[in-house]
């Protein structure tokens, strides 16, 4: 297994052979998850919603965006194998733990790290809704709108962007580059015309 290591000008880093750029900085991050903690502060109140985090990826979002959130909630996990080792999604969604919370009658929030084909999000919102919860809406950090095969409602969305591998902030790449503080995509994607935009509350 290759290292991940910095190179020339901290801008780019390697993980497993591949060269990365740096796409989204760790303030850029800051700046947008507190906007987003602002939202649900306002959309929540006093109602003590309980965020739902997917691992292995969401963890670094949803601890930030708790933070952000300036309201009394709890937070769960449940873990969804998609990717493996892939740069691709399998789209073959696999549950391998489930939340230990009950969330009947509960508003819960999916938190996401990253939504691409959308049918994580779909297996999520069909499997919790069975659990009959107050309400139940998303937050995704990433919206990689090009590659959806599925619609479905996001709520709450950081930045939409092409469909690029990203890793860092929580992504990986083999589960490497999940402690990298910036976001960074794959090398010979990077172009003018893959730069991220800020994401709208309720897309879909």
């Known amino acids: 297994m290759e290292a991940t290591f910095l190179v020339h000008d901290e801008q780019t880093v390697i993980i497993r052979g591949e060269r990365f750029r740096k796409y989204l900085t760790a303030e850029t991050l800051r700046s947008r998850i507190e906007e987003m903690g602002a939202e649900l502060t306002q959309e929540y109140g006093d109602k003590k919603p309980i965020l739902i985090g997917v691992l292995n990826g969401a963890f670094v979002f949803l601890a930030d965006l708790m933070r952000a959130m300036k309201i009394d909630c709890e937070m769960d996990f449940l873990k969804l194998s998609s990717y493996g080792e892939e740069k691709i999604s399998s789209g073959e969604v696999k549950e391998l733990k489930s939340i230990d919370a009950d969330i009947e009658g509960r508003h819960v929030i999916v938190v996401e790290d990253i939504v691409d084909t959308g049918l994580s999000m779909q297996y999520l919102l069909d499997r919790l809704s069975q659990e009959n919860p107050a309400s139940l809406k998303t937050a995704t950090l990433l919206h990689k ?60």
Do not use: C, H, W
């Open 145 to 204: 709108y090009e590659a959806t095969k599925v619609e479905v409602r996001l709520d709450f969305v950081g930045f939409r962007i092409r469909n690029l591998f990203v890793v860092g902030y929580g992504l990986d790449y083999g589960q490497i580059g999940r402690n990298l503080a910036d976001i960074y995509v794959l090398e010979e994607q990077m172009g003018m015309d893959t730069a991220p935009e800020p994401g709208n509350s309720k897309e879909g």
